[in-house]
C-alpha cells in the first residue's frame, strides 16, 4: 500500500522544488528590479575631506591663516579669500565636527569676501555625486552660509545656529557629472551676526552610479505585468503536477 498524501498536507520536498523553480524564474526579473530601484554608491575619492592632513603650523591662537592660492591643506587650494585652518584645542572655543582640524571660511578678517576651498575630482560623465558636510555656526542665531559649486551646478546652504557654541549642520549637495574632472568649489558667502564664523567639515563625495530618470509608469507597469505572469505560469505548472 503506497502512502497517499493527506488533505491539506504539504510535501515539504515538491513545495522546495517549486519554491526554487519559481526563485530561479523570477530572478532576471528581480534583477531588472534591483538595475532599476538602483546601484550601491561608491565612495568618490575626495582627497582629505576632513582637513586633517596637510603642512599645518600652528600660530598662538591655534590655528594657521591661509590665502588664495595656498595649498597647505592636502588636496585642497584656497581660493576666493583668506580662511583659517584651525586645529584642537584653540583659543576660540571651536571644536571640528570631526577628527581635530577645520576650517572658519570667514577667516581672520571676518569680512566679505569671505574664503574658500576647492578641490578636482575624476569623475564618470552621467554618473550622479552626492556631497555632504558639516556646516558650523558659532552664536545663537547666526547663520552661516556657503556657495557649493561643481561643474554647472551650484547651491547656497546655509544654517541657523541655535545655541552659544560651536554648532554643525549636516548639509547635502547632488550633481551629475559633465566631464571626467569636476573642480568642486565651497565658498562662504554669509556670517551674520558679529560675521566671525563660517565653519566646514567632514566632506565626504560618494558615486551615486548612472544618474538615472525615474522609471516612467508604462514601463513599471509592462514590468509588474510580466512578473505576475511569471508567477501565474509558476502557479499553472504546480497544479498540473
Ligand atoms: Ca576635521
Redo the contacts with the bound molecule.
Keep these: 500500500m503506497s502512502k497517499k498524501p493527506v488533505a491539506g498536507h504539504v510535501n515539504l520536498e515538491t513545495e522546495g522544488i517549486e519554491m526554487r523553480h519559481r526563485v530561479r524564474s523570477l530572478s532576471p526579473w528581480l534583477c531588472a528590479w534591483t538595475l532599476m530601484l538602483g546601484t550601491a554608491s561608491a565612495d568618490a575619492g575626495l582627497l582629505n575631506g576632513?582637513?586633517?592632513d596637510g603642512a599645518f603650523v600652528a600660530d598662538g591662537n591655534g590655528a594657521m591663516s591661509l590665502f588664495p592660492g595656498d595649498t597647505s591643506i592636502t588636496g585642497w587650494t584656497v581660493s576666493t579669500s583668506e580662511l583659517a585652518w584651525i586645529t584642537t584645542p584653540n583659543n576660540f572655543s571651536l571644536v571640528?565636527?570631526?577628527?581635530v582640524?577645520?576650517l572658519d571660511l570667514a577667516g581672520y578678517d571676518d569680512a566679505a569676501p569671505y574664503g574658500g576651498v576647492e578641490q578636482s575630482v575624476t569623475t564618470t560623465i552621467g554618473n550622479e555625486y552626492l556631497l555632504t558636510f558639516d556646516l558650523g555656526t558659532f552664536g545663537t542665531g547666526t547663520i552661516a552660509s556657503i556657495l557649493v559649486t561643481a561643474g554647472g551646478t551650484s547651491d547656497t546652504l546655509s544654517a541657523t545656529a541655535t545655541i552659544a557654541g560651536t554648532e554643525w549642520h549636516a548639509q547635502s549637495f547632488s550633481f551629475v557629472a559633465t566631464s571626467t574632472n569636476t573642480l568642486l568649489s565651497l565658498v562662504g558667502t554669509t556670517a551674520s551676526g558679529n560675521g566671525i564664523y563660517i565653519g566646514l567639515?567632514?566632506l565626504l563625495l560618494t558615486d551615486q552610479g548612472p544618474a538615472q530618470a525615474v522609471p516612467e509608469p508604462a514601463s513599471l507597469t509592462l514590468l509588474g505585468l510580466g512578473t505576475i505572469a511569471l508567477i501565474g505560469a509558476a502557479r499553472r505548472r504546480r497544479q498540473a503536477v
Design positions: 576632513s582637513f586633517e571640528a565636527s570631526d577628527g582640524f577645520s567639515d567632514n
